[in-house]
């Protein structure tokens, strides 16, 4: 069997699972499986699959069958230029969040910078590699979600300091920007997201109470008292939360209160400034 025959073998077979990229999963199943990048797998296409390639290919198909995330399978995820190692203890890195890292990189030059629900470390890591901070703290409730992280920051060598706090409860000092990737889900709306999400993305970091907004509650509540004058807050919202969201900053003494948009257009980031 060729390479392509073998790819196109694994594109039907995810196809019939309902996997919504089958196509594009089988590639990347099948270049993790030859150890190889795109560029190498197009220019072996036509050559006879390596015979030790076809059984490691339909293990891994068949761990995707199961509607095991992607990034779970080969260990790794992309963000915003770099790769993160994932395990089934932290969020998924998505190009979502990067709407949000993106915004923080025009701030966070000589900045001390606060990452809430920081989870697998790709807003702390990314603004500590890529954004001149002064500082980056991340934090999070999970132990397990920590150690995720610090192999991240260790994997880039990245001077992020890591402290495990629900929320703002064992974070001190003041910072010129606070970002966060809440949970912000309606917790009723949990079992009904695609079972790569539901099963296989850890609920703590996916429920964000009844109405989706417990988190916003508490960060817009407790930022001031961790904002320096003239800090930013930003955080991730749920495309249909930004009016719900911007009034929870408005009313906790956050102004110049801005939505900023994904590449869809939909509603993805929040930000305000903390004026005293």
């Known amino acids: 069997m060729t390479i392509r025959e073998l790819r196109e073998e694994g594109r039907k077979r995810l196809t019939a699972a309902g996997v919504e990229e089958a196509g594009n999963d089988a590639r990347l199943l099948l270049e993790h499986a030859l150890g190889v990048d795109y560029a190498g797998l197009l220019m072996r296409l036509g050559e006879e699959a390596p015979a030790d390639v076809p059984a490691r290919?339909?293990?891994?198909?068949?761990?995707?069958?199961?509607?095991?995330?992607?990034?779970?399978?080969?260990?790794?995820?992309?963000?915003?230029?770099?790769?993160?190692?994932?395990t089934p203890d932290v969020l998924i890195p998505r190009s979502d969040t990067e709407v949000l890292a993106e915004e923080a990189l025009r701030h966070c030059r000589g900045a001390r910078v606060l990452d809430l629900c920081t989870g697998s470390g790709c807003l702390a890591v990314s603004l500590a590699v890529l954004g001149g901070c002064a500082s980056v703290t991340g934090s999070d409730v999970s132990e397990a979600a920590l150690g995720i992280a610090r192999k991240n920051a260790e994997k880039y060598g990245a001077d992020v300091r890591y402290v495990k706090s629900d929320?703002?409860?064992k974070i001190d000092g003041v910072y010129d920007l606070i970002v966060s990737n809440?949970?912000?889900?309606?917790?009723?709306?949990?079992?009904?997201?695609?079972?790569?999400?539901?099963?296989?993305?850890?609920?703590?970091?996916?429920?964000?109470?009844?109405?989706?907004?417990?988190?916003?509650?508490?960060?817009?509540?407790?930022?001031?008292?961790?904002?320096?004058?003239?800090?930013?807050?930003?955080?991730?919202?749920?495309?249909?939360?930004?009016?719900?969201?911007?009034?929870?900053?408005?009313?906790?003494?956050?102004?110049?209160?801005?939505?900023i948009c994904d590449l869809s257009g939909a509603d993805r980031v929040v930000t305000g400034v903390y004026d005293v």
Not at 59 to 85: N, T
Not at 184 to 208: F, K, M, N, T
């Open 167 to 169: 929320l703002f409860e």
């Open 57 to 86: 290919y339909e293990s891994l198909i068949a761990l995707r069958q199961k509607r095991i995330p992607l990034q779970h399978i080969v260990g790794e995820a992309p963000f915003l230029g770099l790769s993160f190692i994932v």
């Open 182 to 259: 809440p949970p912000y889900i309606e917790s009723a709306e949990i079992g009904r997201l695609q079972p790569e999400v539901r099963d296989h993305d850890p609920r703590l970091a996916l429920d964000g109470g009844e109405d989706g907004l417990s988190f916003y509650r508490r960060i817009c509540r407790e930022a001031g008292a961790h904002l320096a004058p003239g800090g930013i807050l930003a955080v991730e919202i749920g495309s249909s939360q930004a009016q719900e969201v911007a009034r929870l900053f408005e009313e906790n003494g956050l102004s110049g209160v801005r939505v």
